[in-house]
């Protein structure tokens, strides 16, 4: 017996009939249970709220902190503790209380809203779960991938592998996962009116949300100030701006849709010549001969189909390129940016606003572009709200094919940046449109540094990194 006491006292054992933290989660009674988790939630509170203060000064940062790594802190909890759902709401609150009008300016969160932000970004959400509603959830899938584990433990086998089960099961959650979304979207849109389900559409578009899931990187210029980050939500939900004027200098009523619109002050030009020049820096990096505004062969009689085809001996096009859909032969590419919300299409499918526009830009210069100048011509069609066209997407995902190629590197890694650096300069030249003084000629830059310092090395530097 003496024995005995001495080899418990040599190894330290504590002896409990409360409970213990074990590996990160809790092990005991249901009390100490909630006590230790009321202590870390006091913890997770006080963090939230620091993010929250952070975020009235660096919303896009704070943001990007919350959504890609924060609220993966509370996953270990979800997953290995059963029935905290409501032991986890105060997060929420606080979530919803602090966090959200700190990204957005000031929106105060309704029932409503607070479920559409917690949707993804591709379903027209902000990614900002709502713990209380998936804890169990989480707990009930984390329990089903680690059954296996769990045997293996119990058998005392020495090694684990991933059998074709576990990977059908990850699939089947995942699945799962985007069917109750969906579901839950499409309940929300019973409420919502035509406006609001516009917006959806247009921000369930695959490269609509890339400037939010994007993280904050100065040097690849994918930072916005925190006026433009909270404008560009207001924009995305339909929220009202704030410190608009009330009267264009047009004499216009001043809202969202004149500003994407309205011609005085030359925004609207910049906002297309931004993604023109961003464009054609790209495609420097691969083709022969690119140019901006290529002026077009003086025609000599020739005779077109569509009585809309530009037929003045000054037409240009928007960016040439040499050997980029066959070798040596010139593509021509005109760029068009529209704005969805425009009367004119707004009771129009989204996807058929870029066809109408597709087809335009084809009947003004397609067929001169084939048979004046043996090329071919590509209509690339944007939306102001981040979406890219058909033509368009064929176009830069041809485009990022062909730079993977030449820079040895991923195609995925490409197809993103080039998918990040359209979005951003959408985003900067869309604001530029609403906060722009139209009163005198603007004299602005707003290229994200690849325009202007274009060299092929600098360029593609951080792609390889």
Known sequence: MKHAESTFKDANIKITVNGKRHLGAVIGTEEFKVEYLNEKIQIWSEEIKALSQIAKIEPQAAFSCFVSGYKHKLNHSMRTIPNISEIIRPIDDIVTQEFIPAITGGIICSQHIRKLLSLPAKLGGLGLPIFSDIADIEYQNSMNVTRQLKENIINQERIYQVDDKVKSLKFKIKTEKLIRNTKTLEKLKENMNENEKKLNEINNESTASIWLTSLPLLDEGYVVDKQTFWDSLRIRYGWQLTRLPQECVCSAKFNIEHALTCKKGGFVTLRHNEIRDVTAAMLNVVCKNVSTEPILQTLTGENFNYATANSRDDARLDIKARGFWVTGQTAFFDVRV????????????????????????????????????????????????????????????????????????????????????????????????????????????????????????????????
Request: hydrophobic residues 30%; positive net charge.
């Open 338 to 465: 529209f704005n969805p919300l425009a009367a004119r299409y707004r009771d129009t499918d989204l996807n058929k606003c870029y066809l109408q526009n597709e087809k335009e830009k084809k009947r003004h210069y397609n067929e001169r572009v084939l048979n004046v100048e043996h090329g071919s011509f590509t209509p690339i069609v944007l939306s102001a709200n981040g979406g890219v066209g058909r033509e368009g997407e064929k176009f830069y995902s041809r485009l990022a094919e062909m730079i993977s190629q030449k820079r040895k590197t991923h195609y995925s890694i490409v197809a993103a940046w080039v998918k990040r650096k359209i979005s951003f300069s959408l985003v900067r030249s869309v604001m530029l449109c609403v906060r722009g003084s139209r009163s005198m000629s603007p004299n602005v830059n707003i290229t994200s540094g690849i325009t202007n310092d274009i060299t092929t090395s600098e360029r593609m530097s951080n792609i390889e990194q």
